[in-house]
């Protein structure tokens, strides 16, 4: 009763702030791309929502601070087939938005990125880990919250180094973006003193990812794909399309860890991480979506976040003020990993720690201690600034 | 025999020369779900006594008949009976309290529950739930004006200072500071409220009637990356003169000339420094060091780390006291 009470003399008082002066509104759009991809793991199988999910909560959140600043966010979402135009359906969103968190494949993202170029909308990178997107072709408009692929490598590789796990067998699938992982992973391994003691490559000839008697035909067929390996120290295996790498852990000819696609992963974000507050976004997350939340979640959270800290800290619906605040020194958003996470002012990477889980725990955070830095040990994964191909315009 | 009977009268000599300052302290370790008591007289743990899950916002009752313990996972506030040291009852607070304060008389608690957006208020006599009052996303630090009339909370997500009426219970002003606001303390003449931010790495200065920042604290440490340097707890004397600062995982603790805002010197301490508390008699300042599981005690009048004492795992509150 007494709650209710309280309750109604809050929203009263929102109100009466309302009837003061009506809200700033701040129009986001979310694009995303129809259809999801199968996973080996039933588990891992994603949501109809992943993503988008995590930005409601950011602006759910950001309509709790908003509410005391007299500011209002509206999030407005499009999904896009394959054969959709995207870049008409980006220009057409434009038209009443001034951010764009977008989950896009990299050619997809150029193209959106290409048609607003003179509009001044932000376009936020949530869903491509491509280097290239912030390399050589790397555009003004787009910020990026997700991590690339080198981050990601040299997460994982400086944790392996750290447990002198050195010698690396890699294993690599068969498609583009594994092959673009196995580069990053070697690079890694250039970076941080490990040594890949050999490669192979796990061939995709198709099939079902789901099968009433899988589990036999693998059991057989993995130990004999890893046998008579060098001596190594660890599995590290590079399979973004879900063909194989799931299929490895307790599988191994030899008995040895496996990281990479599977087993350890380095991730944005696990639904088991509880560390520095993370409980707190865990539980309004699953509050909100009945749901865990995953990696791409909490890149929509932080992307949708991102541009909520902007405007509360400019007090301003004008997003020309918002947009340059966002790009400034000043800029730093808390996202749950016990450090500020800022923008590499070279090409818009959102700089961030990155969680090493296996699904069920978070096993390290990288970076890893004793891996220095003169600007930020957040610099020591992926590309550092010195050797950056991106020319911002 | 000799090297016995000296170091006996020497200590002997020791206990005579110094006033006896015989306070108790109480650690929350937020892992080990333990609460140590602490003897500042001889610097010895006394006893450790279980609590629930995840303590840790404590503090003794005004009476001092009892230490009250925020335990997060169980939804619940825990009061130990300060003579039996034993837990005795609960207090209705919502869930996942943190951090919680008391009115001067002590009759009056006001919790942060992190998982609701609100701060619950709770009768203390009766101990029953009075109301809560609806706030900014992930509630944590809280403190009350000197003058009893406001209650400050912080939300961390949301980066502000909530001012409320303690009399009407509604919120009178918001204060934007730095990033992941975490503790608030006020001088005990009313004239400043300082806020630590453990993202921003700063201390806001608010100016309580204004609702203005004034002017902030930083930090800077030669050899250690700024991200480190995480304000969290904030001790000030009763004059107002000195603040101490816990950096966290910065493992220092900063002390701050109360009336330029300048940090004047770095205390080393053990690893992940959290929250401190003074003895009433103002010597002695301990700090709990969530990593190292240990408690640093610091002569206020030196600046200086004199002990460490080793508590439960991971420690995060202390509360001190008259036995």
């Known amino acids: 009763m007494f709650r209710w009470l309280i309750g109604t003399i809050a929203l009263s008082m929102v109100a009466t702030q309302a009837l003061a002066a009506d809200p700033v509104e701040i129009h986001v759009g979310y694009l995303g791309h129809a259809g999801i991809k199968s996973t080996l793991s039933l588990v891992e199988q994603p949501a109809d929502n992943d993503g988008i999910a995590g930005a409601r909560l950011a602006i759910e959140d950001n309509n709790t601070t908003g509410k005391f600043l007299n500011q209002r966010f509206i999030l407005d979402e499009i999904r896009v087939k394959d054969s959709d135009d995207v870049a008409k359906a980006a220009t057409d969103l434009a038209g009443h938005v001034d951010y764009i968190i977008t989950d896009l494949p990299a050619d997809a993202l150029l193209k959106v990125a290409d048609a607003l170029r003179d509009r001044g909308t932000v376009l936020l990178n949530v869903g491509a880990i491509d280097d290239r997107l912030r390399e050589q072709d790397c555009r003004a408009n787009v910020i990026h919250v997700a991590p690339t692929r080198t981050m990601l490598a040299d997460a994982l590789a400086q944790y392996l180094v750290w447990k002198q796990w050195k010698r690396w067998l890699l294993v690599s699938g068969s498609h583009d973006q594994d092959k673009l992982y196995a580069d990053a992973l070697r690079r890694a391994a250039t970076r941080f003193g490990a040594k890949i003691v050999q490669e192979r490559t796990f061939e995709d000839t198709g099939g079902a990812r789901r099968t009433d008697s899988g589990v036999t035909l693998i059991q057989r067929q993995m130990p004999v794909f890893t046998q008579q390996a060098p001596a190594y120290d660890v599995l590290v295996a590079a399979d973004e399309s879900e063909v194989f790498a799931d299929y490895l852990p307790y599988r191994t000819w030899d008995p040895r860890p496996v990281a990479g696609s599977a087993g350890l992963v380095p991730t944005s974000w696990s639904a088991a991480h509880d560390q520095w507050g993370a409980v707190q976004i865990q539980n309004r997350f699953m509050k909100l979506n009945m749901r865990r939340m995953t990696a791409l979640d909490m890149q929509a959270w932080t992307a949708a976040r991102m541009i909520g800290e902007a405007t509360a800290r400019t007090n301003s619906g004008d997003p020309k003020k918002v947009t340059a ?69 | 025999m000799w090297r016995r009977c000296l170091l006996t009268g020497m200590f002997a000599w020791l206990a005579a020369a110094a006033p006896a300052s015989a306070f108790v302290a109480y650690v929350s370790n937020e892992k080990g779900n333990t609460v140590t008591v602490i003897d500042t007289d001889s610097w010895t743990v006394t006893k450790t006594i279980k609590v629930g899950q995840r303590p840790r916002g404590i503090e003794f009752s005004r009476d001092g008949k009892f230490v009250m313990v925020a335990v997060g996972d169980d939804d619940t506030i825990q009061m130990i009976d300060t003579k039996t040291q034993e837990i005795v009852d609960t207090l209705p607070s919502g869930p996942d309290p943190e951090l919680f304060t008391q009115d001067a008389a002590g009759k009056t608690m006001y919790v942060a529950n992190e998982n609701d957006n609100t701060v619950t208020v709770i009768d203390l006599e009766k101990r029953a739930r009075l109301g809560d009052i609806q706030v900014g996303v992930e509630p944590e630090g809280m403190a009350v004006s000197p003058d009893g009339k406001i209650l400050i909370n912080t939300s961390e997500t949301t980066s502000m200072a909530h001012f409320i009426d303690t009399a009407t219970r509604q919120i009178v002003a918001n204060v934007l500071v730095d990033s992941r606001p975490r503790f608030a303390a006020f001088k005990r003449d009313g004239s400043e409220l300082w806020v630590s931010s453990e993202i921003g790495g700063t201390v806001s200065i608010v100016d309580p009637v204004k609702h203005e920042v004034t002017g902030k604290v930083t930090f800077e440490i030669p050899g250690l990356r700024s991200e480190a340097i995480q304000p969290v707890g904030i001790g000030m004397t009763k004059d107002g003169k000195t603040a101490f600062v816990a950096l966290g995982p910065a493992n220092r603790v900063a002390v701050v000339d109360g009336a330029t805002h300048k940090v004047t010197k770095y205390l080393l301490v053990g690893q992940r420094v959290w929250h401190m508390d003074f003895t009433p008699d103002e010597k002695y300042l301990l700090v709990t060091n969530g990593v190292s599981n240990d408690v640093s005690v610091i002569d206020v009048a030196a600046q200086k780390v004199i002990k460490t004492i080793q508590v439960g795992e991971l420690p995060w509150g202390i509360t001190i006291a008259q036995p």
């Open chain 1, 325 to 393: 605040f966002l790009k400034g020194p000043d800029f730093s958003v808390a996202a749950f990993k016990g450090t500020r996470l800022t923008l590499r002012d070279w090409n818009w990477q959102l700089r961030q720690p990155i969680l090493l889980a296996d699904g069920r725990m978070v096993v390290s955070v990288s970076p890893q201690e004793g891996f220095l830095h003169q600007v930020s040990e957040l610099d020591t994964l992926g590309v550092d600034r010195p050797e950056t191909k991106c020319k911002l315009q």
